[in-house]
């Protein structure tokens, strides 16, 4: 379980300084997809960067499985599996060296890894590619790598940054399948998103962020009450207050 309660981040500027994050509050479940929506700029990827401690909060809290990240953050990066915003892999090395070294960071031994990454190659799809070297990789690809590094230490808290950003129609399609099996193994998995039908299509919970703030948080059918609308993409449209930047 994660829980964000009253973050705020500001960044300087060379005219002044900008709130990226205004007060964002929400618990995300085990066992349930929490989905964070908004448009491009509204604070998503620094909400996340706070919760993977990779920014530290100017206000507020974070708490992964009851631990503060504050006070906690190694024992917190080993709670989480994490896609960032950046999906870089080593390019001279191929999928499987990839993710063997990040488990060996965790301190995992070979069978172990051996065994991990087996069967999220054949989960997300990689036994075609898992021996090659990464250079040259589709996004696709190089997205499926991340993630199966990301998670070789089983974390019991996922947290992906628009993880489906520039994949094709079938590579999207078993990335979803994959969330979703995450989902009913009890893990608690945040995602990011600017798109409403991927959200809608996932999400057990859904945070709508705009401008740095949370203008709604709830199940679909709660959103679609606060709003008054009876369809969802107009109860978001609604909720966010404009239709720039949200993706149909």
Do not use: W
Request: charged share 25%; hydrophobic share 40%.
């Amino acid at each position: 379980m994660i829980d964000v309660e009253n973050l705020h981040k500001s960044f300087k500027t060379r005219t002044g300084s900008v709130h990226a994050v205004r007060g964002v509050g929400f618990t995300a479940r085990d066992g349930e997809i929490t989905g964070l929506l908004g448009p491009n700029g509204a604070g998503k990827t620094t909400t996340l960067r706070m919760l993977y401690t990779l920014m530290t909060p100017d206000e507020g809290h974070v708490r992964v499985d009851g631990l503060d990240v504050r006070t906690h953050a190694t024992e917190v990066r080993q709670r989480l599996g994490v896609l960032p915003d950046a999906r870089g892999v080593y390019k001279r090395l191929t999928a499987r060296e990839n993710i063997a070294y990040f488990g060996q960071l965790h301190g995992l031994d070979r069978d172990t890894i051996a065994h991990r990454t087996a069967g999220m190659a054949k989960t997300l799809g990689m036994e075609d590619f898992l021996d090659r070297r990464t250079e040259g990789f589709s996004q696709g690809q190089r997205t499926k790598t991340a993630i199966a590094r990301a998670l070789i230490h089983d974390p019991r808290n996922v947290i992906l940054d628009e993880p489906t950003n520039g994949l094709d129609v079938m590579t999207t399609r078993g990335l979803r399948a994959f969330l979703l099996q995450l989902k009913a193994e009890g893990r608690c998995v945040i995602f990011s998103s600017h798109i409403m039908q991927e959200v809608a299509a996932l999400c057990d919970r859904i945070v709508v962020i705009a401008g740095g703030e949370v203008r709604a948080n709830g199940t679909p059918d709660e959103l679609r009450a606060q709003s008054g609308e009876d369809n969802l993409e107009d109860a978001f449209v609604a909720l966010i207050g404009t239709e720039e930047g949200l993706s149909a």
